[in-house]
């Protein structure tokens, strides 16, 4: 089966205005098949957002390509002019649903006004009551209530019903791959398990194809994702199944942050929660050898020098020459 | 006071917004107790009244009816809250609106003596202030001259706990601390916690919506709903046996590794 999402050695680095180059990204490589969840996880700061940028060919000033590519059904976004990434991969390619999404929605306008700029910027002829026949048609479609939640203003919503309208909204032009950068970790647990059901109704419709989902809980991962990335220090250093990456992950990291997780839940309050030392590196400076090299619990004494890649190890790709 | 006179003590608590038919009850009618030197959580989903409560235990809400006793007397409701705050402390959800972007680190932690009455002299606010950072794992020479935005989210709630070690209060009122940071990085905040109420033997009232959460630090949970306390109980007992079907609710919506959640069609 062809994949729909290959990134392919993906670099992107930051350049300030001091001129200090910072790669925050370096040699990221997967691939997205249809019907796929993939879960990218890791600490603040490991690569993730930055990663997103690339996934949607947004890169503006300061950030900029180093090497690699990303290709949706084959064709290469970062190398798009920006106007063309707006037009025709934005939103229909590739869909996001951002990390800050309850402060996405403009407080002044209807949810109903919001949407259907979402449909008139892509098709400027469209006939406008085609259009909420249509916004309605997808809002049912998605079991929201269609007339209240179109006819509120964001406030009016609550936190959890807002996110969804977000999601509602960023779907509207049945995007392939929808990306999804922490998309429940504002929110209630109760209103955390709404959304993650309306992320899995928009693939079991065929709304969307395939979904990215990035977070730093694994044990929602866990739920979501059939295959998860571990990312640290702007890399990949462990690719699996979600079962061998959360109960059987080989790369030192995948372990520890793992073990950091508080597993809380009746009957486990005797594993106690062990929080990862020390800090991920500083992506500014050149680094040599094993980036966890100097957190990890388990490192020897040539960690430091040997520089890693991945291979693989017990059906998994691990970033580690330690591991079995 | 007698030795057993509890921490705080509410009876028909009630705290309500607004009038007539947009009156809106976000504390209705609580009666508990909560002993020195307990942890208890209070647990529910947003909206359901537990951040309105801690604001009452912390002096920040008047209550509409009943009444609340901090050390067998009834909360002031005029004049200086300092008295009342050097022994009732807070840390908030996030921890980039509690400290002024514009000023040093610092000046705001040395700013905290201001709760006194009388400053120590200089050389001992400084050695306390390093302590304090020293006491949540921060080195107090790399913070000189460093301002908040300049620190991770991680390290910003750990200055906050690092607030409470300067102070020494007898209660700490933490409003979801952790849910802002990294999932790796809540051990190491619950951690502090911990070492903070034995250190300074402290009462702590613990707000969140994360049952699992609660369950690992607490003598004791408030699940609440819509306002009214619903069940109050032993972590073990409220997850393991619970009476109530919010209570259920809440246990039911935390992912979990080793059980079912959500699952696609």
């Given at each position: 089966m062809a994949a729909i999402l290959e990134v392919d050695d993906l670099r992107l680095h930051y350049l300030t205005r001091l001129g200090k180059r910072v790669q925050a990204v370096d040699g990221v490589s997967f691939q997205l098949q249809p019907g796929e969840i993939l879960g990218i996880a890791g600490e603040s700061g490991c690569g993730k957002t930055t990663l997103v940028s690339g996934l949607m060919g947004l890169l503006m000033p300061p950030l900029h390509l180093t090497s690699g590519a990303v290709r949706i059904a084959g064709r290469d976004i970062l190398r798009l002019p920006p106007a063309e990434v707006r037009r025709s991969v934005l939103g229909r390619d590739i869909a996001m649903i951002?990390?800050?999404?309850?402060?996405?929605?403009?407080?002044?306008r209807k949810v109903r006004d919001l949407a259907t700029d979402v449909i008139l910027a892509h098709d400027e002829g469209a006939d406008r009551r085609a259009i909420q026949d249509r916004l309605r048609e997808r809002f049912t479609r998605i079991g929201l209530e269609a007339d209240a939640v179109l006819n509120a203003y964001p406030v009016q919503l609550p936190a959890g019903m807002k996110q969804r309208v977000v999601i509602g909204i960023s779907t509207l032009l049945n995007p392939r791959i929808v990306i999804a950068d922490e998309p429940s970790s504002a929110l209630d647990v109760s209103s955390q398990k709404a959304v993650i059901q309306l992320l899995f109704n928009l693939l079991d419709e065929g709304i969307v194809s395939s979904m990215v989902f990035i977070t730093h809980e694994l044990p929602l991962l866990r739920h979501v994702a059939g295959r998860i990335a571990v990312m640290y220090a702007g890399q990949i250093v462990e690719i699996g199944t979600t079962e061998q990456v959360i109960f059987d992950g080989r790369q030192p990291y995948t372990r520890a942050l793992m073990g950091s997780m508080l597993s809380a839940e009746p009957g486990q309050k005797s594993r106690k929660p062990v929080a990862i030392e020390g800090a991920p590196p500083n992506l500014g400076e050149p680094i040599s050898g094993c980036r966890f090299a100097v957190r990890c619990p388990v490192a020897q004494s040539d960690c430091a020098q040997r520089e890693q890649v991945l291979r693989e190890v017990a059906?998994?790709?691990?970033?580690?020459?330690?591991?079995r | 006071m007698p030795a057993d006179t509890p921490c705080f003590e509410a009876r028909n608590l009630t705290r309500a917004f607004g009038h007539g038919a947009r009156r809106k009850v976000a504390v209705d009618d609580a009666t508990f107790t909560i002993a020195e030197r307990e942890i208890v959580s209070l647990v529910g989903q947003s909206g359901c009244g537990k951040s309105v409560l801690a604001k009452l235990l912390l002096r920040l809400e008047k209550p509409s009816s009943g009444e609340l006793l901090y050390q067998g007397r009834p909360i002031a409701?005029?004049?200086?809250?300092?008295?009342?705050?050097?022994?009732?402390?807070?840390?908030?959800?996030?921890?980039?609106?509690?400290?002024?972007?514009?000023?040093?680190?610092?000046?705001?932690?040395?700013?905290?003596?201001?709760?006194?009455?009388?400053?120590?002299?200089?050389?001992?606010?400084?050695?306390?202030?390093?302590?304090?950072?020293?006491?949540?794992?921060?080195?107090?020479?790399?913070?000189?001259?460093?301002?908040?935005?300049?620190?991770?989210?991680?390290?910003?709630?750990?200055?906050?706990?690092?607030?409470?070690?300067?102070?020494?209060?007898?209660?700490?009122?933490?409003?979801?601390?952790?849910?802002?940071?990294?999932?790796?990085?809540?051990?190491?905040?619950?951690?502090?916690?911990?070492?903070?109420?034995?250190?300074?033997?402290?009462t702590i009232v613990f707000v969140t919506h994360d049952i699992g959460l609660a369950y690992y630090v607490s003598d004791r949970l408030f699940i609440l709903h819509e306002g009214r306390i619903v069940e109050q109980g032993t972590p073990d007992d409220v997850t393991q046996r619970p009476t109530s079907p919010f209570t259920r609710q809440l246990l039911d919506d935390i992912p979990s590794v080793h059980r079912p959640w959500v699952t696609r069609a």
């Open positions: 951002p990390q800050g999404a309850l402060n996405s929605l403009n407080p002044t059906g998994r790709h691990v970033r580690c020459h330690h591991a | 409701e005029s004049g200086d809250p300092r008295a009342y705050w050097r022994h009732v402390q807070a840390v908030f959800q996030d921890p980039y609106a509690a400290f002024n972007q514009f000023f040093t680190i610092r000046a705001q932690l040395k700013a905290c003596f201001r709760l006194f009455d009388q400053r120590p002299p200089e050389r001992e606010m400084e050695d306390r202030i390093d302590q304090a950072l020293l006491a949540v794992n921060l080195r107090p020479r790399e913070l000189d001259g460093k301002y908040p935005f300049e620190l991770s989210g991680g390290q910003m709630q750990r200055l906050l706990l690092a607030r409470i070690f300067i102070l020494r209060p007898r209660v700490l009122i933490a409003d979801e601390p952790t849910s802002m940071v990294d999932a790796c990085s809540r051990a190491g905040i619950l951690e502090y916690l911990m070492k903070l109420k034995q250190e300074l033997s402290m």
